[in-house]
């Protein structure tokens, strides 16, 4: 079956003109909307794990050994990835309360996974650092919500620089290179913080006034994800050097 145009991206249909209706004002809050939801969840989940990581002392558990330093982290790592797949892949046909349970559930198994990060960071520091990456993500953000640049031909070059990253993420895993982890850190803040600006378009062109109430629900959880893994990235990637290790 064809893809409904709608879904796509209409680079080629970009007026001079910005033009801001009820509509798509409505649509952008609500793909707003979902993402901060989204990451509260991900937050709690990862803040309330985190008390069962340490001990008073800041010293790791065993349940941090279990789950972040034993062949188990590899399924604490990809769960996420599952719903991600699931929501990619099948958001135009599930129903829409199906999609945001999907969404919230992915929510919560990034926070299990990325818990660690309270035991080997200070709470300041990882505060500090989220809204840094909040004040970036929305100016970023905006400018490519507003701008009249088309951005759609850098796409290939963010998705080779991704595979790249990951790539280099592997090799570092048995490497421990920590001038490596640097060097993918850095790159990955300036590869997620353009991604940033490219997804915002991108959604914003997903827009069609003519969509139904339950597709316009489906573009915004799709459109919540995409800028939901934009942030998670470009904060845990700054992390690396704005976080304070205890």
Not at 52 to 57: G, H, R
Not at 63 to 78: D, E, G, H, Q, R
Not at 153 to 163: A, E, T
């Amino acid at each position: 079956m064809a893809e409904n145009p709608n879904w796509a991206a209409r680079s080629g249909t970009r007026t001079d003109t910005v033009t801001v209706d009820a509509g798509l004002r409505s649509y952008m809050l609500g793909v707003y909307n979902y993402m901060a939801i989204a990451l509260g969840i991900t937050g709690v989940v990862a803040f309330v794990v985190s008390r069962f990581l340490m001990t008073a002392d800041h010293q790791p558990t065993q349940l941090f050994i279990t789950l972040y330093a034993s062949p188990l982290k590899w399924v604490v790592m990809l769960a996420p990835l599952l719903p991600v797949v699931l929501l990619s892949g099948r958001i135009r046909t599930i129903g829409t309360s199906t999609a945001q349970m999907t969404f919230w559930a992915f929510a919560a198994l990034m926070g299990l996974s990325i818990a660690y990060i309270f035991v080997l960071f200070t709470e300041a520091s990882i505060a500090s650092t989220f809204f840094a990456t909040a004040a970036a993500f929305g100016a970023l953000s905006i400018w490519g919500y507003t701008t009249k640049r088309d951005l759609s031909p850098i796409g290939s070059f963010l998705i080779m620089g991704v595979w790249g990253l990951i790539i280099a993420m592997v090799i570092n895993f048995f490497m421990h290179s920590q001038v490596l982890q640097y060097a993918i850190s850095a790159i990955g803040v300036v590869i997620f913080a353009v991604l940033t600006a490219f997804d915002t378009q991108r959604i914003k062109e997903m827009y069609f006034a003519g969509d139904a109430g339950a597709v316009v629900v489906r573009k915004s959880i799709l459109g919540a994800l995409r800028l939901y893994l934009d942030f998670i990235n470009l904060f845990l990637f700054l992390l690396q050097f704005l976080g304070n290790r205890r």
